[in-house]
């Protein structure tokens, strides 16, 4: 899809055109510009000439999940994976190409940053799914930090909130970040009913630097703090997500240490079983289940994540693995 020109096309019609245009791509769903008869033949036929419907993808399938892997206009390639649950679908977008922030058990940290994506970009990944099935939740967590492309992520999240696009509630759509303060405390200013989530994987900042780079630059301490004032802003729970690493996180120690951070009526944690990216091990079921249990002993707010799309490279981290 290719809809850089649309904004030169439209300069000189009214302002309506623009929500027009929108609701046929994003509501519509419209594949051609020769579908959207309520347009004048003059103006569809500069924007078949000028812009572009189609999305370049590839799909891969498993049980409950699908991968599309799209290619953009300038040839790079993205991933975007379906999943269906029993009462929902969700999308998990990505909101860069690669990522520069080098996470040691991420395959998307291993491609570096390629660029930004658009908006458009980003809602693509929407519609790929969106033009066969009904999407009901967004997640930011597939390849790049969406808080390091803020702007871009919060102009799609405005569509996809948009009850003339695609309709999805703010409470829908969630955002997952390392931490990047400044993207958290921007987010608390919106006013906006979106999810953060915030990938903590360490429960010290010496351990944490060792899987993640940017601990570096944005300490626990701080980030914590950032978080508080969030909540204290916004009344919503955050979520921390934390990648279970056979031997390098999951040990009784550490999840001793979590759980002295971890309290607060609004966190909730997410454990993840580290999915292969060859690099590290995931632990046995047995060390997560102690690793759950002594956290909720401790009276945190525990979830597990459901785990799928390791078998065609779907699952968390695993983006762009195969290239
Ligand atoms: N860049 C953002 C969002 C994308 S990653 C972030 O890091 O939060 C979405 C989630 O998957 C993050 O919590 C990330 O740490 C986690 N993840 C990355 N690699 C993983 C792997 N190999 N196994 C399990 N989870 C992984
Ligand atoms: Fe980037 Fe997130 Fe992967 Fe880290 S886990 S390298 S921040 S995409």
């Avoid at 000189?12 to 008869?37: G, H, M, N, V």
């Avoid at 759950?292 to 695993?318: M, P």
Wanted: charged share 25%; aromatic share 6%; with cysteine.
């Amino acid at each position: 899809m290719n809809l850089k020109n649309l904004e030169k096309i439209i300069e000189k019609e009214p302002a309506f055109r623009k929500k027009q245009i929108q609701k046929l791509i994003y509501q519509d769903l419209i594949t051609s510009w020769d579908e959207a008869t309520v347009l004048s033949l003059k103006l569809r036929e500069d924007l078949k000439k000028e812009t572009s419907l189609d999305i370049n993808a590839q799909f891969f399938e498993s049980k409950d999940v699908k991968k599309a892997l799209i290619t953009l206009s300038d040839g790079l390639q993205i991933e975007a994976v379906l999943m269906r649950h029993e009462d929902r679908n969700t999308v998990c977008v990505s909101s860069q190409v690669g990522c520069a922030l080098g996470c040691k058990f991420c395959a998307t940290g291993k491609l570096g940053l390629k660029r930004n994506l658009t908006a458009e970009e980003i809602l693509e990944q929407v519609l790929v799914f969106e033009r066969s099935e009904p999407i009901n939740n967004i997640v930011f967590m597939g390849m790049g930090e969406p808080f390091l492309n803020y702007d871009n992520v919060l102009q799609a999240i405005k569509i996809l909130n948009n009850e003339n696009a695609f309709n999805i509630g703010a409470r829908h759509i969630s955002i997952s970040t390392v931490g990047i303060i400044e993207g958290i405390e921007k987010l608390s200013n919106e006013n906006l009913q979106v999810n953060l989530a915030i990938s903590i994987h360490a429960p010290n900042n010496i351990l944490r630097s060792r899987i993640m780079p940017i601990s570096k630059k944005y300490s626990l301490e701080n980030i914590l703090k950032a978080v508080d004032k969030y909540i204290e802003k916004t009344n919503r729970k955050v979520m921390f997500e934390y990648t279970l690493i056979n031997d390098v996180n999951d040990s009784i120690n550490e999840a001793r240490e979590l759980a002295k951070i971890m309290r607060h009526p609004l966190y909730l944690v997410n454990l993840i079983k580290y999915n292969n990216t060859k690099e590290f091990k995931a632990p046995s079921n047995e060390k997560i289940e102690n690793f759950k249990n002594y956290l909720i002993k401790g009276g945190i707010h525990v979830t597990e994540r459901f785990r799928f799309g390791g078998d065609i490279h779907a699952a968390c981290g695993q983006l762009c693995l195969k290239k």
